[in-house]
């Protein structure tokens, strides 16, 4: 590690807590949930050129026109997730890693499919050195989510489908939940929760994410 990131590190812990109180600040209420993203070093998913960004309220880049979503959001999707008590979730779009590992620190299984082998692999270096133990990785269309490993009590989409695909809702466990970007030009966040052959949806929030893309990347 560098001095550069080695500072970083040494100051990370004081602005993580003022992130903290912005996401109390917008509505984030759990304990657990915020506990979780206190945890994480945000710095540690960005290239260092961004490391003194991390603990913005903002999605940063990472590569191949992805990005680290917005703290806010991450938070805000795994709150939602957590207050349905999942054991086994399902994530698609694993990205930098970032969203993973605030999962691992809440649930016992996460499993997580990513399209782009290069952004997966330094996800799984990331991980490995957070001792995430619990998380199991897959290079894969996240469109079609993971069905042999289903199926999942929660499942969390990190970029924009036009609309969720029938696949991903038969992942679902009944009463499991699903929380994902819905929409093109207009995205809006969606949960859905599987009452037996019927889905209920709300529609939550306003949002902005990268579009969910099919096919993987070498």
């Known amino acids: 590690m560098s001095a550069h990131m ?91 890693g970032y969203q993973t590992a605030v999962l691992c620190n809440l649930f016992a299984e996460v499993f997580s499919v990513e399209r782009i082998k290069s952004l997966q692999d330094r996800a799984r270096e990331r991980l490995r050195d957070l001792k995430c133990r619990n998380a199991v990785l897959r290079h894969a269309d996240g469109g079609m989510g993971w069905p042999e490993r289903g199926p999942y009590d929660g499942i969390i989409v990190t970029a924009a489908p036009t609309e969720v695909p029938t696949e991903l809702l038969q992942q679902l466990a009944d009463n499991g939940v699903l929380i994902s970007p819905v929409g093109a030009e207009r995205q809006i966040l969606v949960q859905i929760v599987r009452r037996g052959d019927r889905f209920e949806r709300t529609e939550l929030e306003a949002v902005k994410f990268v579009p969910l893309l099919s096919g993987v990347v070498r």
């Open 6 to 96: 080695q500072g970083i590190g040494m100051t990370s812990r004081r602005t993580r807590l003022r992130l903290i109180q912005r996401l109390k600040d917008k509505g984030i209420s759990s304990p657990q949930v915020l506990d979780a993203i206190a945890e994480v070093p945000r710095h540690i998913f960005l290239d260092e050129a961004l490391a003194h960004r991390a603990y913005e309220d903002t999605a940063l880049p990472i590569g191949h026109n992805q990005t680290l979503s917005q703290p806010y959001i991450v938070a805000r999707m795994t709150e939602l997730l957590y207050g349905h008590q999942p054991k086994k979730v399902l994530e698609l779009g694993t990205g930098s």
